[in-house]
Structures are given as structure tokens and as C-alpha cells.
């Protein structure tokens, strides 16, 4: 039966392995490394060592080259782990040979957090996302974990041609093929709370709400934001991938206009492409807002590597264009001058805030109503009657207040986004 291998509960003793290339990529390297560590301690596995390794070129076997994979094989040993986890990405024929020659089991960082999601997947749309994850990560890996009936049976190192193949690898066909259905049926599931949420959306549209999505590197406070904000209670924790469902609250701004508030998921260096992917449809709701709030932890010293994380992520899923609220969020704990300048200097128009104790919320929220107004204005159009996709495109995209038809005329008045004012300004009629 195909089953995804569940390491958390075997697992105890991790060392960590972070191989670079490039002198210059050391500093990269070892902050990866750490947030690895951090990683790992989220699925409550205990790290004895990190370390960072250097390689001259790339090798196809392990990576690194023959010497090194012994060298860490060896650390490995002596310390007795149970589990060596790569912060670089790992072919499933390279998994398959550092298992092999540590005779331990060896996970990459792609993994560690497929577990961590699988975890705190809370709603049906967030399991089912993972569980495809998961198993597209597990499918081409699948003959390592049959590997041992190989072995057992004699049948050659590797499997060899048609004629000896071993008991582990028909197995792998059947679990192969069985994947594939269940990978199959999951998309469908999917597809259908898709669709489900895609009506929610609508209903949401159609209320003609304006939209904000708090995105930002994990930990960096949007959970609190928010509940800060809406006066709500969603869950809000000092650990990695807190929210892994969207949250979406309904906040006044100062000038009593409506906000929908999102909580996103947070983002991470390095998340795995497959993952990008799968939470799409969750961080959609990004993609979707009216703009951004991107809260940034003041205290990190990785603060514009995890902007610019961030912004990455934003640009894969098409949100790059959206205009952006920048917070330096947990400002209460900042209280250097000489920080809180060079905070200034990096992120000049950013806002600061403490999503803890309330601190800049109010020029927040002021902020929030002025990126609004600028946004939408309020429009009288004549549109001409074969022109009726352009009536459409409003009830679409902006809130349709009036309709009135004179002659061959469609009168419309609206309040129009600035994405689309553009498309109809030729239109635009003085109100009588
Ligand atoms: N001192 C201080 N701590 C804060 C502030 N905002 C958030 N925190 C703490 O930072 C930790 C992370 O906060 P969350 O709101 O869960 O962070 P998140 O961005 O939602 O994290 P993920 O859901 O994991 O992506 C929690 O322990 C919060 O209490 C702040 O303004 N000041
Ligand atoms: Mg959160």
C-alpha cells in the first residue's frame, strides 16, 4: 500500500547539512542553515549538529563530492543520528544514495516542510493541497522505500534488467499505478472545493467589498496584525506556519468604509516550487486583493532577505503590480535609535507598528483608507449599446451604482478601480 512516509514519530537525532558552492554564498548558506534548525525544531525533531559544508562543484552523486558525503556520513555516525536532513534540494536518486551509504534515513528541506504543512493543515482545501504535495513529492521516491525487498530478495543491486527484477520493484509498479489514482482523485476533490470557494468569492465580489491580504515571511506577526486590527482571535503562535488557512476578517476603516482583511500564509526562503503550486488557490486571495499589506518582523536581522522572499513569491503568483502597505511590524521591541534608522533608510515609506500592543495601528488603518481612495473613483459613462461587454467588464470589476438607457445609450454610473478607469475613459460622460 502507498503511503506516505511519516518521519516525525521515527525520527530523533538530526544532523543538519547545508552544502555551498560559492565562497561568496557562505552568509546565505548559513542563515538557510539556521532557518533549517528552526524548521526541523518545529516537528519537534532534536538537531546535534549543523553544518555547513563547502564544495568545490557540483556532483551529480551526492552533491558534494565523495570525500565530504564520507566525511558527513561519518559525523553522522558518530553521533549516532537517525536522520541527516539536506538543506539543499536532493534528486531522489541522490536521497536514494546518501541512504544508502549512511544506512540512516535522509530528508532534504522540500520534505521537512511537507511534513510541517501536513501537519496544520486545518480545512479540507489545506489537507487535500498537501496531501497532492505530498504524494507528487513521494512518487519518484518510492523505490527507495521498496529498496530493502530488493535486497532481501536477491534481486540485484539497483533492479537490474526485465528478467531479475525483484519482489520490491513489481511492488513499486502496483504502488506507482495506486498513486497515481489517488493523485487523481485528489485533484478532482480539489477542483471541487475550488469551485466552492470560487462561489464564496463571487458572493464576496458582489457585496463589492475593497480587499486586503496581509502577506509576509513566516513568524513575522500577520496573524496578530490581524487579530489586532479586527478585534478577532485567529490562532497566533511563535512557530513556523502558524496559519495555513486563510482567515478573512471585515474591519472599518477610519473614514467608515468596509475592509476585508486575509491572513496568509507565510512565506519562506526556498519554498518548495510544488508547494508554491499547491497553496496557490490559498494565497489566490493575494493574488485577488484590492492590495497588500506586507508585515516585516523589525527585529529580524534577516529583514530584506525576507522582504525580498516575499516579493519573489508575489511575483510567481502574478501579484507583483499589486500596490504595497510595508509594516515593520514588533516595533515595540526595537528601541535602538541608531536600528530604527537604518530600519528607515531600508524601508523608507514603510510604517512602523506593534501588532502586540496596538502601536501605529490607527496610521495603519488611515493608511489603508488613503491607498483606497486612491483606487477607485466614481464615473459616469455612456457606453454604446454594441458595446455591451464593456457594462459587463463594470458589474465585473467595479461597483455598478446606477443603470439608465437613453436611445442607443447604457448610462452608467460606477465606482471604478484604477485598473480599469484606463479601458473606458473615452467613455466618460459629465453627470447631466
Ligand atoms: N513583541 C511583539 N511580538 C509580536 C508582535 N506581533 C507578533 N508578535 C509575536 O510574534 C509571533 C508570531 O506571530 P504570528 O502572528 O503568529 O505570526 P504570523 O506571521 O501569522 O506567522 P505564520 O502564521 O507562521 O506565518 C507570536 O509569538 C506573536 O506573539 C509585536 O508587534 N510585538
Ligand atoms: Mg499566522
Redesign the pocket.
Known amino acids: 500500500m502507498f503511503e506516505v512516509r511519516e518521519k516525525p514519530e521515527m525520527v530523533e537525532r538530526a544532523l543538519l547539512v547545508r552544502i555551498y558552492f560559492d565562497p561568496r554564498e557562505e552568509d546565505e548558506a548559513a542563515s538557510l542553515l539556521e532557518e533549517l534548525g528552526e524548521l526541523v525544531s518545529t516537528l519537534g525533531i532534536g538537531i546535534v549538529e549543523s553544518v555547513l559544508v563547502r564544495s568545490r562543484q557540483q556532483h551529480k552523486k551526492h552533491i558534494c563530492g565523495t570525500g565530504k558525503a564520507a566525511e558527513i556520513i561519518a559525523l553522522a555516525k558518530a553521533h549516532e543520528c537517525d536522520v541527516i536532513v539536506f538543506d539543499n534540494q536532493l534528486a531522489p536518486h541522490q536521497q536514494r544514495t546518501w541512504e544508502r551509504e549512511g544506512d540512516t534515513c535522509v530528508i532534504d528541506r522540500e520534505e521537512v516542510i511537507l511534513d510541517i504543512f501536513a501537519k496544520r493543515a486545518q480545512t479540507k482545501e489545506a489537507r487535500l493541497q498537501v496531501e497532492l504535495a505530498r504524494m507528487q513529492y513521494a512518487l519518484p521516491r518510492m523505490a527507495r522505500m521498496w529498496g530493502h525487498l530488493d535486497r532481501e530478495g536477491g534481486g540485484g543491486a539497483g533492479g537490474g534488467g526485465a528478467a531479475n527484477r525483484g519482489m520490491g520493484e513489481k511492488q513499486i509498479e502496483v504502488d506507482r499505478r495506486m498513486a497515481h489514482v489517488r493523485i487523481d482523485r485528489a485533484r478532482r476533490e480539489l477542483e471541487e472545493v475550488r469551485k466552492q470557494r470560487a462561489t464564496q468569492r463571487k458572493e464576496r465580489e458582489r457585496l463589492e467589498t475593497p480587499h486586503a491580504a496581509i502577506v ?10 490581524l ?1 489586532r486590527l479586527s478585534g478577532s482571535d485567529v ?9 495555513l488557512d486563510t482567515t478573512t476578517r471585515k474591519i472599518e476603516l477610519p473614514d467608515g468604509q468596509p475592509l476585508l482583511l486575509t ?1 496568509t ?2 512565506f519562506v526562503r526556498n519554498l518548495p516550487h510544488r508547494l508554491v503550486e499547491a497553496f496557490k488557490a490559498t494565497l489566490e486571495e493575494a493574488v485577488l486583493a484590492d492590495f497588500l499589506i506586507h ?1 516585516l ?1 523589525a527585529t529580524s536581522p534577516e529583514i530584506e532577505r525576507f522582504h525580498d522572499t516575499t516579493l519573489e513569491v508575489l511575483k510567481e503568483l502574478g501579484a507583483e503590480e499589486k500596490q504595497v502597505v510595508t509594516v515593520l ?5 526595537v528601541t535602538d535609535p541608531e536600528t530604527l534608522r537604518a530600519l528607515d533608510r531600508l524601508f523608507p515609506d514603510s510604517l512602523h ?5 496596538g502601536e501605529g495601528t490607527e496610521r495603519l488603518l488611515q493608511k489603508c483608507s488613503e491607498v483606497m481612495a486612491d483606487r477607485v473613483r466614481r464615473c459616469h459613462y455612456r457606453i454604446p449599446q454594441h458595446r455591451a461587454d464593456l457594462v459587463s467588464l463594470l458589474h465585473r470589476d467595479a461597483k455598478v451604482l446606477t443603470t439608465d438607457y437613453e436611445g442607443n445609450d447604457i448610462l452608467v454610473t460606477a465606482v471604478v478601480p484604477a485598473s480599469i478607469a484606463g479601458r473606458l475613459e473615452s467613455f466618460t460622460e459629465l453627470p447631466a
Do not use: E, P, R
Not at 216 to 225: M, P, Q, R, V
Not at 235 to 242: N, P, Q, V, Y
Not at 353 to 357: K, L
Open positions: 509576509g515571511y513566516t513568524n513575522a506577526g500577520k496573524s496578530t496584525l487579530n490562532l497566533s503562535k511563535d512557530m513556523l506556519f502558524a496559519t491572513d500564509v507565510g508585515v518582523d511590524n514588533k516595533i515595540d521591541l507598528v506593534s501588532a502586540a500592543t
